[in-house]
């Protein structure tokens, strides 16, 4: 499994992964210390521009293993589950804009998470699935012919509306029925959200696109309580052979958290 570190646009209102470096020092500093990619929440369409992004990590003899959508709703407040079906058509196209950013950046996923929305008082929970079930559907077709696959994440009840766990994750994807759309698991929500994450691995089974590593506080893995050994082992049992990626708050600062993170995924994904 290769190992990427999350990356966010400075001055992205994204609370998660903030870095005060510029998109060029990160990604020298993630090579650096030994990652073999990341991964980019741009701040919008095109910020980063994704060739350049491309340019910036093959100069460094890394990847870009994903593309994060989360801007559209942080910063733009646009969600697949918004009664307005406007707004809908509006999320739908920047979440295609992501898709043709990866194909440019070669990035093989576009992870697909609070952009889902949270429930409105007016909407029923199948009201908003049905929605949010036809917007993955409308950018899982453009994926496929882009060839980038969508990973839909499980993520905890107090930053999105629905879709929380693996099971719930997986009806979603099923009724999809697309190739294209996957799942991404993330160890700090399924901390909250799963029993167990490492059967919840096991159950997304063949349908696991991408995965994320954070500890219960959303720092580097081994700074908080979540036990990483038998999530690593459903990894590996499950044949999984994607990207692990740190989205994790670099703190004290960059350097060391991302050193630490990753020292720890790969002694854990080893096994060792």
């Not at 979440?95 to 440019?104: E, I, K």
């Not at 969508?150 to 009806?171: K, M, Q, S």
Request: aromatic letters at 6%; glycine letters at 8%.
């Amino acid at each position: 499994m290769k190992l990427s570190l999350y990356l966010t646009t400075p001055g992205s209102r994204f609370w998660a992964a903030q870095s005060p470096l510029a998109m060029p020092e990160a990604i020298a500093l993630a090579a650096r210390l030994g990652y073999d990619g990341v991964e980019v929440m741009p701040r919008d369409a095109g910020d980063p521009d994704p060739a350049e992004l491309r340019a910036l990590t093959a100069r460094q003899g890394i990847e870009v293993m994903a593309i994060a959508t989360g801007y559209i709703a942080v910063e733009h407040g646009l969600t697949f589950s918004d009664p307005d079906p406007l707004v809908r058509r509006r999320a739908t196209d920047a979440v295609r804009s992501c898709v043709d950013a990866a194909r440019l950046a070669e990035a093989p996923v576009v992870s697909v998470g609070v952009v889902r929305g949270k429930l409105r008082g007016d909407v029923t929970r199948e009201e908003a699935l049905s929605w949010l079930a036809a917007c993955l559907c409308d950018c899982g077709h453009h994926a496929a012919a882009q060839g980038v696959r969508l990973a839909v994440e499980p993520v905890n009840r107090y930053e999105a509306g629905l879709v929380h766990t693996v099971e719930e994750a997986l009806d979603l994807v099923e009724s999809v029925g697309l190739p294209s759309v996957g799942i991404q698991v993330d160890t700090f929500h399924m901390n909250i959200e799963e029993r167990s994450p490492a059967e919840a691995v096991l159950r997304a089974g063949p349908h696991l696109a991408h995965v994320h590593f954070a500890d219960s506080n959303r720092r580097a893995p081994g700074w908080g309580h979540v036990d990483f050994g038998p999530i690593a082992s459903a990894l590996r049992e499950a044949g999984y052979a994607g990207a692990v990626g740190l989205e994790i708050d670099l703190d004290p600062d960059v350097e060391s958290a991302a050193r630490a993170g990753l020292e720890f995924a790969r002694r854990i994904l080893e096994g060792s």
